[in-house]
């Protein structure tokens, strides 16, 4: 289809001439003596590319560029005049026109501008349907999404961005993400600065916005690197997904089957969640047992992020990782000259954490003198300094955790009593993962979503035997256990599903065990005994049907 040009001249020998070099090229062309003219074409007709003289009885074709634009026409206006200087044509080009073309024409420049300025107009249409479908997509998504520069300065909200988190296009681009801070908790910030930095994707799942226009909002959030040319991160991409009816209706109904990323509807955890929940704003000392990876410091960042102190700092401190000496210069800092190599005064980790939490992980660990030490600072809220004598007051909430039975060290003499106190003002026990294995096929999709977006393979699932498998064995390194052996068959695993050959060695060995083959005994007897009726087999055995269908295949029963 031939491209519609519009010629504005006041000279009709101008007009004439142009439009016979156009016409010989194919193009339809409209032509006009004046403004006025030449606006009823524009109106009239979808033009392509406007040339226009620079003066226009007593107006300018600088008029017909302004109409041009008021109209939001993606029409190239080229100028021309009899008369070209630098000035007139730095200020037609900076005014908006595709190009200045000086007087006398000649018909190979025309045709060469009237081409380059149709190829602009093409790719400017292109950017505009791109422009308005990007912005139909926003619109039509449920989700928030917000898209960030570098910087963390707002390129782009949808408009179920403003409904969520109160941020709206007229007054959020251009300006600081957190700058919205007064809107909610900006949980997502640091997931934001996160991937930004790292370059990686990010996954927090029912967390509470505490907005005070929508309270008790929990939504779950996405981050993802926004990529420019040569694959270099520009900025990071946040999707928020509201949440809240369905929390709702899981605590109405059968319980939370997740908080904060802590996974599970086993009666343990729903308790845990509940103890949480209330713990949150308290600023007692918190002591949290439980074997190694079960997920005491993730219970402890947790506690932090929901309640009143999510804005302060959260610092952690794994008490087992430092000789004595060092682990009491990094909780209290120390001041120069208090050992060899200490050269200057630096702030330890309970300062750092003023205002907020510090998190004492593994804090059976601990030396006699530092528990000493410990004790003082919960009995009178401040502590000194290696090498220092001047008190340092602090307000700090502690949370300690440890995976020893601090009772049994309290009888071995290797714990203090009086800070075993100090510290269980509170306590959450959480369970091993072979105590509530009811939530192994619950942790085990969570692991699977996790996974397929650090390693960016779409893995569906795991075979019934995999899964039979991991309620089967013990997992002595509980959860986290579990997430890196998961990790392990991804990796391994090419197909959609993950097969037991694909496991870690030590679960692949587990198979059919003595404990399997007592299983198998006990199945069969409970089979006979309820006349081979499945219901009530698995009523004899304690266990549900679907498991017992699940015994049944794994051990090859009829």
């Not at 031939?2 to 020998?13: C, F, H």
């Not at 909610?184 to 994707?201: A, D, Q």
Request: with cysteine; charged share 30%; hydrophobic share 40%.
């Amino acid at each position: 289809m031939a491209a519609n040009i519009l010629l504005i001249d006041d000279e009709e020998n101008i007009r004439f001439t142009l439009n016979r070099f156009l016409q010989q090229e194919g193009y339809n062309v409209w032509c006009a003596s004046d403004c006025d003219q030449a606006l009823e074409i524009i109106d009239s007709i979808e033009l392509d590319v406007i040339f226009a003289d620079v003066i226009l009885k007593g107006r300018t074709g600088i008029e017909i560029l302004d109409e041009v634009k008021k109209r939001n026409m993606l029409c190239p206006v080229v100028i021309f005049t009899g008369a070209p200087n630098i000035e007139t044509a730095s200020d037609a080009v900076r005014l908006g026109a595709f190009d200045y073309l000086p007087k006398p024409i000649r018909q190979d420049t025309l045709l060469h501008v009237a081409s380059k300025a149709l190829r602009h107009k093409k790719l400017a249409e292109e950017k505009e349907k791109y422009r308005l479908n990007l912005e139909a997509i926003f619109r039509s998504v449920k989700d928030a999404i917000v898209t960030v520069d570098q910087k963390l300065l707002i390129l782009q909200v949808n408009g179920r961005a403003g409904e969520l988190c109160g941020i709206t296009r007229e007054s959020a681009v251009g300006n600081a993400f957190d700058s919205f801070s007064g809107e909610c908790s900006m949980n997502c910030l640091e997931s934001l600065k996160t991937t930004i930095r790292e370059h990686r994707s990010l996954e927090v799942r029912f967390i509470e916005c505490e907005r005070k226009s929508r309270p008790q909002q929990t939504v779950n959030i996405r981050t993802y690197p926004l990529v420019g040319t040569r694959n270099k991160v520009q900025g990071a991409v946040l999707v928020i997904r509201d949440e809240t009816r369905l929390v709702h209706l899981e605590r109405e109904l059968e319980g939370r089957s997740e908080l904060h990323g802590i996974i599970g509807k086993s009666p343990q955890i729903q308790e845990i969640y509940d103890l949480m929940e209330r713990l949150k704003d308290v600023r007692s000392t918190l002591l949290i047992s439980g074997e190694s990876g079960t997920g005491k410091g993730m219970v402890a960042r947790t506690i932090h992020r929901m309640g009143t102190l999510r804005g302060r700092p959260f610092v952690s401190v794994n008490c087992s990782a430092l000789p004595e000496t060092l682990l009491e210069s990094e909780l209290f800092g120390h001041v120069s000259g208090a050992f060899t190599g200490a050269t200057k005064n630096r702030m330890g980790r309970f300062q750092k954490a003023e205002g907020g939490t510090i998190f004492l992980d593994e804090i059976g660990e601990t030396t006699p003198h530092m528990q000493l030490r410990l004790l003082h600072v919960l009995q009178d809220g401040e502590f000194e300094r290696v090498g220092d004598s001047t008190p340092v007051k602090v307000n700090v909430r502690v949370i300690a955790a440890t995976n020893k039975d601090l009772n049994t060290e309290i009888e071995g003499g290797r714990f203090r009593e009086d800070l075993y106190y100090r510290l269980r003002v509170v306590e959450i026990e959480l369970p091993p993962l072979r105590e509530r294995k009811e939530d192994i096929p619950l942790l085990v999709d969570h692991f699977l979503e996790k996974l397929r977006i650090k390693l960016d393979k779409q893995i569906a699932s795991v075979s019934e035997d995999v899964l039979e498998t991991f309620i089967e064995y013990p997992w002595p390194g509980n959860v986290r256990e579990l997430e890196h052996s998961l990790e392990h068959a991804f990796i391994l695993c090419r197909e959609e599903v993950i097969e037991t050959r694909h496991l870690p060695a030590h679960l692949r060995k587990f198979g059919l065990t003595s404990k399997d083959r007592e299983h198998y005994h006990d199945v069969v007897a409970a089979l006979e005994k309820a006349r081979w009726n499945k219901t009530k087999a698995a009523a004899v055995l304690g266990i549900s049907r679907q498991e017992l269908y699940r015994k049944l295949k794994r051990y090859k029963i009829v």
